[in-house]
């Protein structure tokens, strides 16, 4: 089911009126192919007057929606456009003309569904005012039709920090399509969140920058909060403020142009630490109703997208419920918090959605913020588990007690948790069991995979899926003053969809039982590269893979490497888990892209002699079976080929990003890594095959 069915699929065979009456449900402006070819002035072109470019998005086989902004400032609350769409860059060769709108109401934005198309073409599509004057000139790619065997191609993306990076990541990814064969161009960019961040520094906040990197003055929030030293959107206006501001980076502004763009939120485009409509600071949940309605609002009017909401069918505006800041205090059996205003708020836009690329491709979007229970370890009873010794680690079989909730244990979950000498209170053992996806959503996501027909069931989710565990169960004794206080495995990461572990493993079992093939998971979030195999538990458990799954690097977003590069003591015991310093080198070797892949006895072993060889032939096998690349410091893309045999996915990781490449192929590649999986049959294990294409990904192998 898409969100909007008759706008789906099924608008492939479509006529003309049935369209135009489907577009006038929705709300939407309509243009259809081979209608009113000519504008009444000649057309020039006016960046200046569209300063945040054009865009498309969520094509299928005959329609896609076009984007633009176009303000007004004379008073006026409605301007009118023409958008015109040509099967050449020249608009020699026109499909179609049409009236369409903008409004102060949607913050001068536009979205226009253009129907009648042919399936797998590029168009360029362009608006104008009428005037005469236009916006730059966009490009598109409608869908393959249900039925075509060719393979698709896509790239896959996340976590743009226009606040302390820049995004050559995109130049890369322009230049390198620019120059593909046409079969292998990209049919569009799935972007999988922290499209923005909300959470802004304004320059004199950091002088002394962020890491290795300088804030730049890109927003400044008329009705911001300033909280510690960083600033958050509270309006709809501050919201709308932080997208135009990312939208003119040349680089973003001109890969929407060239790409259709698939898009889903992940927390920063409401707020850091955000679930449902709560935001999260120095430890307090705050209602924060009106701002997610916000955050929802300016999302619609940003991205060209076919979501739902239930204020009404426009694509023209947004029409945000009526909310009002209220304490989420109960919370029902999937742990949705039923006080009205949280219900309102998170079903003001549903973002939830399947889109189809012919035979091969079924991209099944999900939401993993407005629906979700609370995360364990942000409860403050979880400050039990903190150790400043053990830093991030937490015990596997810890969270593990967490996340089941009352279910543990068969519904008798033990009244503490033991960590070293302690008893900790099991805080969760009357809660229910942790949920990323929300009962409904869930429900949803599980009958799409079903019911799907494509080769490929492609889970579009914007939190990692693959565990990020280390075993320091395994360190020689006298490192650290205190033995390892869990019983094995420590958790690193977290609170994503690897640590949701009895919902991940309900998917997982589904998946099994039904017997579906295909199965491969897209995520970001975790400002790294990560290519596995989807398992509901790892070894000393049964270890029995059901699909591959892979995380994206950020486009600019510092990452954990460069985190600890400035934040881990020199004295830590445990710095050889995560940076390996040697003479003579201005940057640290990470050896944390050994600890979650090959086990603390790799990371000690290359301390020891700076041996990669040396250090991976100490691997402990068990730590992660998962894994088959890891790199806690990349940036960039990842690409993703598929065929009725085939998915592979390509990593193109650039150098940090810190300032604008003015090169055209947007700098230097550090390096490109393929992975590739034989699509597999009932009762086979998914495999990867690795390559090594360009550079030399260190570490992270
Ligand atoms: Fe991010």
Redesign the pocket.
Known sequence: MSNHPALGASTKKLSRRSFLTLAAAMGASAAWSGTGLSLSVPWQERRDLYPEGVGSGDPDSTSVLLWTRRPFDDGRAIGHLTVQVAEDEAFHRMVTSAPVSVAAAADWTCRVLVGGLKPARVYWYRFSDESGFGSRIGRTITAPADDDPRPVRFAFV??QNANDGAMNAYRRMIYEDERAAPADQLGFVLHLG?FIYELVWYPEDRPQGMYDRRIRDIVRYKNGQKISDFHIPTTADDYRAVYRAYLHDPDLQDARARFPFVTMW?N?EFSWMGWQSIEMFGGKSIPAQTRKVAANQAWFEYHAARVAKPSGPSLDTFDPPHVVDTPVQTFDDHGMGTEPNNLAAVRSLRGYRRLRWGRHVDLIITDQRSYRSEEPTTRPESDAFDSPEWGAFVPQEALEILDAGRTCNSGHPPDTIRYGDKEVPNYMKDRPAQTVLGAEQKAWFLDCLRNSKATWKIWGNTLGTLDWRADPQNLPSGLTSKPWPGVGYAIVGGGDSSTAFCERAEIYDFVQKEGIAGFATVA??R?SFWAGLAASTLPPRKFEPVGIAFITG?IS?PGMVEAIEHNMPKDDPLRPLYLCDRPGEQKPVPTVNLLAHHGVRSCLEYQRTGDAAKARAVSNPDVAPHLSFLDMGGHGYATVKVSAEYFETEFVCIPRPIERSTREDGGPLRYRVSHRARLWRKGERPKLEQHVLEGDPGLAV
Request: charged residues 30%; aromatic residues 0%; proline residues 0%.
């Open positions: 996340s976590c922290d992940d920063h970001g979030d400002h950020s977003a």
